[in-house]
């Protein structure tokens, strides 16, 4: 029904008192004042107030209604909160409705149109300021501070070389002095020896002389040296000494140098507005209780080939076979997208896909890491006494990869950056292997929180380190499970830190969690799952090696 005291044939009222008829309205509030109320109304000081006659107040833009051209909308539908002309609330849709003047609302409306201005004008927008100040602030004292670390790092540098010169001059020294002794004993020696070569010479000489004068008493005096000399002198020998020089340990010398702390962005919460990293955290996905698979790809390979699978999307996955030379990029409907052929004819070992959607696979063969891009292959990686095996893509965009050396005594994981090494994991903090060493898969994984995750299968272990290659837990299995072996393939992460690793003739995964604690398994009826991969959503694909196929599998 319409508010009683705006019907056409009434006197309109005061907003305030609700008495007196009403002479005066401010434009500030929006609200109809009359005579006696107007000095009421402009005692409160907490604004500024322009109030005027009644008659020469601004009038209100109201809109048109939809279903009635003619009519504005001067009422208000508290049910539907919307506008609504007098016909549409007597008559139309909105009858029944409780109905108020668009006064009213607009009354209340501007009242906290103009609170949300002053909030604006008088504190949040003076806080944006100060912030905004106090960043070009922190900007401005950047390159102080930065030239400080530059010049402590210099500093530290100028000491350390200042210590390996007073290492090399000692060395140096050293071989200096034992020069002098060498040389010292091969010139007396040299003395020796000329010295008898010159008696030698006199009694040759002597002994021509007799010889040529036939003369009987030499002749007969004559008295034999040559047993003095037929024992030579003894042969000196002076071994040159070698340098016995150690192999330079790159995290031992960083470790020398002395380390620098990590850049620390902290982005504090405020009053009401969430911060950056609150907003980029990924959400909270708890583990179904049963997952189950959505869809099964059939890859096209033989029995006993597929190896590995990596996705390029939520619907499309690159495979691989360790007996094909062929990678296959295939839909969730097992339909052949694309096909591509290794450089070197040989079978890819591993593949991975960059950040940039591009393939990158491993040829162990061929000792070479190559790049796919617009399918034209690119060698980035050639290795000299080491064999590539598995690879993966980071968040930084390097590539990790697991080598074995050509003797199959050492196995490491090293990190590129494009062609460039930039890390080198393969001892404890002890001197002892990581990983064991063989030809046998080490697939890895780079966690969200820049753990690196290796499953050593010869090892029956997950091996899992730090960002700087320290140890942080070798996972060997539910310790409850002491009848079957664990057997670890595929391994990857999702966005809650989980690590997921395929045990192929238990035929399940494990799930675990960022500190290596059993969470659940995922059985799915799977057939020796092999390969792993994640997709941004966290669907896991499980590439089985008897049958060919790659299941995707909602867990979360």
Not at 17 to 39: A, D, F, K, R, Y
Not at 170 to 183: D, F, T, V
Not at 386 to 414: F, H, R
Not at 494 to 515: E, Y
Request: aromatic share 6%; net charge negative.
């Amino acid at each position: 029904m319409l508010h009683p005291r705006r019907s056409a044939q009434e006197v309109l009222l005061c907003d305030l008192c609700e008495t007196v008829p009403l002479q005066s309205h401010c434009e500030v509030c929006n609200i109809n004042l009359c005579v006696n109320c107007v000095g009421k109304h402009i005692s409160d000081s907490s604004k500024d107030h322009n109030v005027v006659p009644y008659l020469r107040r601004k009038s209100p833009n109201y809109s048109k209604c939809p279903t009635h051209p003619d009519k504005h909308c001067e009422h208000y539908c508290e049910k539907c909160e919307i506008p609504v002309c007098s016909t549409c609330a007597l008559y139309g849709k909105h009858k029944g409705h409780d109905v108020s003047d668009i006064q009213e609302k607009l009354s209340a409306k501007t009242e906290s149109l103009q609170k949300d201005l002053e909030e604006l004008e008088t504190r949040i927008y003076p806080r944006y300021e100060e912030m905004a100040s106090d960043v070009q602030t922190e900007k401005a004292e950047l390159e102080t501070k930065y030239g400080k670390l530059t010049t402590t790092t210099d500093q530290q540098g100028e000491i350390l070389h200042r210590e390996i010169t007073a290492i090399v001059n000692q060395r140096k020294s050293a071989i200096a002095e034992m020069k002098n002794k060498h040389l010292s004993t091969l010139n007396k020696n040299t003395e020796e020896i000329t010295q008898k070569m010159a008696e030698l010479k006199q009694i040759m000489s002597d002994l021509k002389s007799i010889l040529k004068s036939n003369d009987v008493s030499l002749t007969s005096t004559y008295k034999s040296r040559n047993f003095e000399f037929r024992t030579l002198l003894p042969k000196v020998r002076v071994t040159v000494p070698s340098l016995s020089a150690q192999k330079i340990n790159k995290d031992q010398l960083n470790e020398m140098f002395g380390s620098l702390s990590p850049l620390s962005i902290n982005t504090k919460h405020g009053d009401t507005m969430k911060s950056a990293e609150a907003v980029s955290s990924p959400p909270v996905k708890p583990l179904l209780h049963e997952p189950r698979v959505t869809a099964t790809i059939d890859t096209g390979y033989n029995r006993y080939e597929l190896t590995s699978v990596s996705c390029l999307s939520e619907d499309q996955v690159w495979t691989c076979s360790q007996l094909n030379n062929t990678m296959k990029l295939l839909n969730l409907q097992s339909e052949l997208l694309t096909s591509i052929q290794t450089k070197s004819g040989y079978a890819p070992w591993d593949i991975t896909v960059t950040r940039d959607r591009d393939l990158v696979y491993t040829d162990n063969i061929d000792r070479t890491v190559n790049l796919i891009k617009n399918k034209q292959i690119q060698t980035v990686i050639t290795l000299q006494g080491w064999y590539p095996l598995n690879v993966c893509s980071t968040a930084s965009d390097d590539l990790l990869v697991t080598m074995i050396s050509d003797d199959g005594e050492q196995s490491k994981v090293v990190r590129y950056s494009g062609s460039t090494e930039k890390q080198s994991i393969q001892f404890d903090d002890q001197g002892r292997p990581l990983y064991s060493s063989d030809y046998n898969y080490k697939y890895l994984s780079e966690n969200k929180n820049l753990d690196i995750c290796v499953a050593d299968y010869t090892a029956s272990a997950v091996v899992v380190v730090n960002q700087s290659g320290k140890l942080r837990f070798r996972y060997t299995g539910h310790p409850s499970n002491t009848e079957q072996s664990f057997t670890p393939a595929g391994i990857t992460t999702d966005s809650q830190s989980h690590i997921l690793t395929a045990d192929f003739d238990n035929h399940r995964i494990h799930i675990l969690d960022q500190d290596g604690q059993f969470l659940r398994y995922i059985h799915c009826d799977l057939d020796t799952p092999w390969g792993l991969c994640m997709d941004i959503r966290d669907n896991l694909f499980v590439a089985e090696y008897n049958t060919a196929k790659v299941k995707k599998i909602q867990y979360l």
